[in-house]
């Protein structure tokens, strides 16, 4: 069996906040067309506030999933990284911190996103076998993009053999 990798990525435009979205399909398509028959997929969002996780997607558990993070991390809480006046920018910001403060105007108040990712993940793997990704019946692999709209990337890489 010949060692190989095969790398793309998929783009996701998404419609509005804790929006979740079954990218199974894209990712099968990218499996087959890296021709690995046993390896492993990894699923990687390019995004802090974008999760990828595995579970049933079923639009009940989609609204409860809204409704559970949302609880445990509520955007209305006093958090420091949303009070934009007092973070401090990167020494290297082009324009120096007069160009940060203003690049800081245009950013979302969106602590309570981070936090959400930050339990659900960001990165999920499956073993491949037989050309196949072996999950389970009512398994997908689901983008839960926290913080949209807006447009998002997520990076899939195969390892494994043809």
Known sequence: MEFMTHYE????DTDHAMSVFDI????EAIVEKSGCKEGTVTVLSKHSTLSISINEMEGRLVDDIRQ???N????????????LDYRVGPPDWPGGDEAWREF??????NTHSHLIAMMLGTSESVPISEGVMKKGKY??????DID???GRGIAVQ????K
């Not at 445990?72 to 009070?83: E, F, G, K, Q, T």
């Not at 398994?139 to 839960?144: H, K």
């Not at 195969?158 to 053999?161: E, L, Q, V």
């Open 148 to 150: 949209g709209p807006k």
């Open 104 to 109: 800081r105007r245009t950013q979302p108040v």
């Open 158 to 161: 195969i390892t494994g053999g």
């Open 24 to 27: 199974t399909p894209q990712i």
């Open 68 to 70: 559970y993070f949302l």
């Open 72 to 83: 445990l991390a509520p955007p209305n809480m006093p958090y420091l990284h949303n009070d």
């Open 9 to 12: 990525e998929i783009q996701l």
């Open 139 to 144: 398994q997908s692999i689901l983008a839960i």
